[in-house]
Structure formats: structure tokens, C-alpha cells
């Protein structure tokens, strides 16, 4: 267990979820911003992560309701915020996840001190298609519904999330398109900068009762575009291959008809639904009245760039 010197307006807040990428990025956030802090992780390992420095450290099973409620009866949080996400997206590992273990975190709060509950969402459940968006809806729900007041962040692209083909540009294999690589756009958002706007919001009274969507530094790129700054930042002549989205159509078609004798084939067609998602589906806010993805709806912050973390990682590589 760490100790922790943080003593700003004497709030505890517990991080959910702290082993995570984002969890540890808002667990050093708020360290930083001088609060105590409860990192509640899965296993001993997880404990010892030096991201973790200045944090107290639980080891607690949120599919345990009984556990929760031990846990937050012991350091008794004033603020919650859940950055916990399903691996998977697969209906039961999204439901287990996004909803039940989010619900244990709520009830185990109600009555034990907290009065605010921030919620790391997802820009994706503006649209309803793919089961863990439902999963993070219906607990979105649940926390509207309930007395602690709740603050609801949903970034837009991570920049992680944008890195899966770093390996291929530096083994000089070309950068995969879907179709012609125009189909979406993002605003993507750094670890640093998302973990700064949450903790952010803690002591921000116009954030309470607030569903915020947020995305990082502008303008909003294509997936085109990620090929050609991760080129650059290689220093490497662009080289693309396009893969048309309707393999996934007929990826999804395929699996759902064994879908009905196999939870295999289910759980396949849903992976396949995902990458369908987001091949075609761009991460920015979605325009109630046109109904389209709007670049300049997506509020912006944050300083770090695309391009520069790129880079660190092709040196990191090299």
C-alpha cells in the first residue's frame, strides 16, 4: 500500500479502474492536483505499478458487491470516478463491466460519503448498435437516476487506440484504409490531456449533472490523414492498401447465422459489428438536428499532438 500526501480541500477521490491506461494517467492527475487518492486495482501486481506513486492502493473485485462496499467503508471517497471499460466489448463481458461492476461502484458510494460520481463514457453511444454502448447507457441511466450528484466524460478518439499500425509502417508494409480512408474522423485525445479534464471537473460546479463530450487539439483528421503523420513522423514515403468495409457485412452476416446454436458465433458477429463500427462511424459529436458528425460541435483540450506521439513511439522502437 502507498502512502499518499495529497490534502487538497482534504477530498478523497477513488479511481476505479486505476491499472488501466487512463486509470493510471487520472490516478497521477490527481496526485498532482495535491488529492488523496484510492486506486482500486485487480491484483497485487497491479498495486505495485509506479504510476501509482502517491496512492493508496485496494485490491477489490467489483463483480463483488460486498466487496465494494467494504472497500469504500474503508477510505470512505468523496468523489468516485470510474475509468473502467469491458476488454472484450462482448455482450456478457460488457454487461459484467460497463454495467454491473459500474452499479457495485454506485451503491457502494450511496450512504458512505460520496457526493459526485464521474463517469470516463464514450463518445460512441450516441449511436445504440453494439452492446457494450448499451451496457455504458444503461448505467449512464442508473447514475442520472441516482442521488449522488454525476459528472458523464466522453472522450472521443485515444491516441492509443490510433497506434495499432505502428509496427507495420516501421516493418515497411503499407497503412490499411477502409475503402478510401475519408469515411470518419476523430479528434483524438492524449492519456495526459483526458486524465487533466477529468480531474478537472471534480471542483468545476458547472460540471455536475453534465454529459460532456470532448475531444483533443483540433482539427479533426481522417484515417488517411493518421497514415500520412504517422509516415511523416517516420520519416518513410506514404503506402496505403484499402480493405472495403463490406467484409465486415458479410463478416457479421456469416457469424450471426451460427450465432443461434453457438455463443462462439455470437460473440464472433459482435466483434465483427465493433470493427464495422468503428471502420464507418467517426468519433465526433453527433449533430441532433442534421443528424451527421460535426468537427465543430467536438469541444477541444489539451495541448498534446498526434504527430509527436507518433514519434515517440517510432523512437521508442528503433
Avoid at 469504500?72 to 470510474?82: G, K, L, R
Avoid at 470516463?120 to 441516482?146: G, M, N, P, Y
Avoid at 468545476?204 to 453534465?210: D, E, I, Q, T, V
Wanted: hydrophobic share 45%; with cysteine.
Amino acid at each position: 500500500m502507498n502512502e499518499t500526501g495529497g490534502t487538497r480541500a482534504g477530498k478523497t477521490i477513488a479511481v476505479a479502474g486505476a491499472s488501466g491506461t487512463i486509470g493510471r494517467a487520472v490516478v497521477r492527475e490527481c496526485v498532482s492536483q495535491g488529492y488523496d487518492v484510492a486506486a482500486l486495482v485487480r491484483s497485487d501486481a497491479s498495486a505495485r505499478l509506479p504510476e501509482l506513486d502517491g496512492a493508496k492502493t485496494y485490491m477489490v473485485d467489483l463483480s463483488d458487491p460486498t466487496e465494494v462496499v467494504t472497500a469504500m467503508t474503508a477510505f470512505q471517497p468523496d468523489i468516485i470516478i470510474s475509468c473502467i471499460a469491458s476488454r472484450s466489448g462482448s455482450p456478457k463481458d460488457a454487461r459484467k463491466v460497463e454495467l454491473d461492476a459500474n452499479i457495485h461502484l454506485l451503491l457502494g458510494a450511496s450512504g458512505r460519503g460520496a457526493s459526485h460520481f464521474i463517469l470516463l463514457s464514450a463518445i460512441c453511444v450516441q449511436k445504440q448498435k453494439l452492446a457494450f454502448q448499451r451496457a455504458k447507457l444503461d448505467f449512464e441511466a442508473a447514475l442520472i437516476k441516482s442521488p449522488i450528484e454525476h459528472t458523464i466524460v466522453r472522450p472521443t478518439a485515444f491516441f492509443k487506440s490510433l497506434s495499432g499500425q505502428v509496427g507495420r509502417v516501421l516493418k515497411g508494409k503499407p497503412f490499411f484504409l477502409f475503402d478510401d480512408g475519408e469515411l470518419t474522423a476523430c479528434k483524438p485525445i492524449s492519456d495526459a490531456d483526458l486524465a487533466r479534464f477529468i480531474v478537472n471537473q471534480v471542483d468545476n460546479p458547472a460540471a455536475r449533472g453534465a454529459v460532456l463530450p470532448i475531444g483533443g487539439p483540433g482539427p479533426a483528421i481522417t484515417l488517411k490523414e493518421q497514415g500520412e503523420l504517422l509516415f511523416e513522423a517516420a520519416g518513410r514515403e506514404p503506402k496505403f492498401r484499402s480493405v472495403p468495409v463490406l467484409m465486415f457485412s458479410l463478416a457479421v452476416g456469416f457469424f450471426t447465422l451460427g450465432a443461434w446454436f453457438s455463443d462462439w458465433f455470437a460473440e464472433k458477429a459482435e466483434y465483427a459489428r465493433i470493427a464495422r463500427f468503428y471502420a464507418t462511424e467517426s468519433m465526433l459529436v453527433l449533430d441532433p438536428l442534421t443528424g451527421e458528425y460535426s468537427a465543430e460541435a467536438t469541444p477541444e483540450f489539451g495541448v498534446d499532438q498526434l504527430f509527436d506521439h507518433y514519434r515517440s513511439l517510432i523512437e521508442a522502437a528503433r
